[in-house]
């Protein structure tokens, strides 16, 4: 069975500094999509940034980027310049083809901005 | 802008009580789910459906069950709310396993 972990209950970063989050998985399938979302205190969770395993190409948003390393199993999400608004709990998920459309979901990084 | 809409926003009830919590979208998405998610704390999947009149019972034991008589409404109900079903509800819908899914605001439910 597929599992996804992320490793860092907490991270805290000061404002307009880099922060990486972490999220490794496990999986024997070659073609699955990986997602990281964003869940704001008391706001709806929003999709973030999703990569497709068979792209090398790292995907980018704006100040989020991806570092994708599928021998690893690796899938971090780096937040360039952060903000006082990028404080919130952030989800690694990851689906596949085995996955019944269902996506398999890490326990949550909270992230703290400090102003 | 939210295409996936959940009510009430936050509901506190009376043990004992029958609650439903609604899960309505427009975008015409085949597959619909509910999430309990205390605060600051992982997902848990109770309940899916990948179509009109087909649900099935998630990964955590729930004593909520759901319907889906049409492809846009999929609500959720308790039929004696207990103190231990305090917690947050998250309703999403998807269509494609390459766009991810696409979350409501959520119901925060207190019984008291």
Redesign the interface.
């Known amino acids: 069975a597929q599992t996804v972990t992320q490793s860092q209950p907490e991270m805290s970063v000061q404002e307009a500094e880099t922060v990486t989050l972490s999220c490794t998985y496990d999986t024997s399938e070659s073609d699955y999509?990986l997602?990281w979302?964003k869940q704001p205190p008391s706001?709806?969770?929003?999709?973030v940034i999703?990569q497709?395993a068979y792209k090398q190409q790292n995907a980018t948003e704006n100040r989020f980027s991806v570092n994708f390393q599928k021998a690893a199993k690796s899938f971090s999400l780096k937040i360039s310049d952060s903000q006082l608004g990028d404080a919130a709990?952030y989800?690694c998920?990851y689906?596949?083809?085995d996955?019944n459309?269902?996506?398999i979901?890490?326990?949550?990084t909270?992230l703290i901005i400090k102003p | 802008e939210a295409d996936i809409y959940q009510t009430p926003r936050y509901l506190v009830i009376g043990t004992g009580k029958k609650i439903t919590l609604e899960c309505s979208q427009t975008m015409g998405h085949d597959k619909m789910y509910w999430y309990q998610q205390d605060p600051g704390m992982e997902l848990h999947l109770i309940h899916y459906s990948y179509g009109v009149n087909s649900t099935e019972k998630g990964d955590l034991s729930s004593e909520s069950t759901v319907s889906r008589i049409r492809t846009e409404h999929f609500p959720l109900t308790l039929e004696s709310a207990r103190p231990s079903h305090t917690s947050q509800y998250l309703c999403a819908s998807s269509v494609l396993r390459d766009r991810g899914y696409t979350f409501g605001s959520g119901t925060r439910l207190t019984v008291v």
């Open positions: 999509y997602f979302y706001r709806q969770m929003i999709l999703r497709e709990m989800f998920a689906i596949g083809l996955s459309y269902q996506l979901w890490g326990a949550g909270k």
